[in-house]
């Protein structure tokens, strides 16, 4: 006898999950709008009225980036708390060195098979995030993909979209005697996760130990969430006009500064003026790795960097209350970054 013909359940996509899921998500991303979200309906576009009033020439910047292997962390230690508040942070702070407030925010989840991933935790991490920053969840996509990822594996991806009028937008023109400002990082952030993997493997070291550099687990520091700049860094620009700014992410604090550096100008960092959190002093023991590699791809303890000019030191002067410091300042020189102990 014929066998019967084969369903998408069968085949691994239990959409009743999806939709569920989907559904509740909706739901609770209600507390994150506000008048500027338009009720779409069910349909999968979500729909947003721009607050473009006061704007003389308003201009829509736009992000999409992931958690990377971040995400092997919070598997392998069964702990996802963090990561949707990661996910939502490397994409609203990669829109701040254009001056831009984020709007709204998009997800995608994709996992092999959803009931072996926790998406409520993933969500609520990210909705908590959006709340904090102002932003709207507007919408995203849940993907089952069985044959493409194993139970228990997941990938995350964001898009956000935010706001700046032109006139705000760093515009450069950095010159020697600028003053480098930085905002310190919660620790490795969500860059350079495979790396420190590799190290902790090779040093026989599991999630749940403890070592004397941490407070807590190996597991716990790796995966504390990405620090959200978003409010602190967009009051500094609303007072103090910046030339220039970067996110510390992929390339870490060396390539991400040296973004900022144009030709004939030199970026030097005081390594004295900020706290180097104690988890690269950890992998560098381990791995015995150089500084200026360690340096092109962790943020080393800054997560955020901004320029402004020498005669804006009265006006940053209540902005430097300790969490936010001058930590270098732009010389005359061959293009580069100086770190005191690494250099590009």
């Known amino acids: 006898m014929k066998s019967p013909p ?8 239990d959409l009743a999950l999806a939709d569920h899921f989907a559904a509740q998500l909706r739901q609770a991303a209600q507390a994150t709008h506000d008048a500027a979200v338009v009720d779409a309906g069910e349909a999968y576009a979500g729909l947003y009225r721009p607050p473009l009033a006061g704007l003389a020439d308003p201009l829509l910047a736009a ?102 009028d032109r006139g705000c937008v760093p515009r450069g023109g950095l010159c020697a005697g600028d003053l480098i400002l930085g905002y310190p990082s919660n620790g490795i952030h969500a860059n350079g996760l495979s790396l420190a993997r590799k190290i902790l493997s090779a040093a026989g ?32 620009m609303s007072q103090v006009p910046i030339k220039a700014a970067a996110h510390v ?61 020498r005669e804006q030191q009265a006006a940053l002067a209540p902005f430097l209350d300790g969490d936010l410091r001058v930590v270098g300042e732009v010389r005359a020189g061959p293009r580069g970054v100086e770190l005191g102990y690494a250099a590009i």
């Not at 708390?81 to 989840?109: E, W």
């Not at 999630?207 to 860094?233: C, H, K, M, Q, W």
């Open 6 to 13: 084969p369903t998408y359940r069968q085949a691994g996509v």
């Open 63 to 164: 992000t999409c980036d992931g958690v990377g292997t971040k995400l092997l962390v919070a598997r392998d230690c069964a702990d996802y708390r963090g990561i949707g508040q990661d996910l939502v942070a490397m994409n609203v702070n990669d829109l701040l060195p254009r001056g831009a407030r984020p709007l709204f925010f998009l997800d995608y989840i994709a996992a092999g098979v959803l009931a072996s991933v926790p998406l409520p935790e993933i969500a609520a991490g990210m909705l908590a995030a959006c709340r904090q920053v102002g932003c709207a969840l507007l919408g995203g996509e849940t993907a089952e993909l069985p044959d493409a990822y194993r139970p228990g594996d997941c990938d995350l991806a964001g898009f956000a979209v935010g706001l700046v």
């Open 205 to 236: 070291l599991a999630y749940a130990d403890r070592v004397p550099e941490l407070a807590e687990s190996i597991g716990a520091e790796l995966l504390r969430p990405t620090r959200l700049y978003v409010e602190p860094v967009l009051r500094l």
């Open 249 to 309: 992410t992929g390339g870490g604090l060396l390539r991400r500064a040296l973004g900022l550096c144009p030709e004939g100008l030199r970026l030097w960092i005081d390594p004295d003026s900020y706290v180097r959190p104690p988890i690269f002093s950890l992998l560098a023991r381990l791995g015995g790795v150089a500084e200026d590699e360690l340096a092109g791809t962790f943020n080393l303890g800054l997560g955020f960097l901004l320029v402004a000019g």
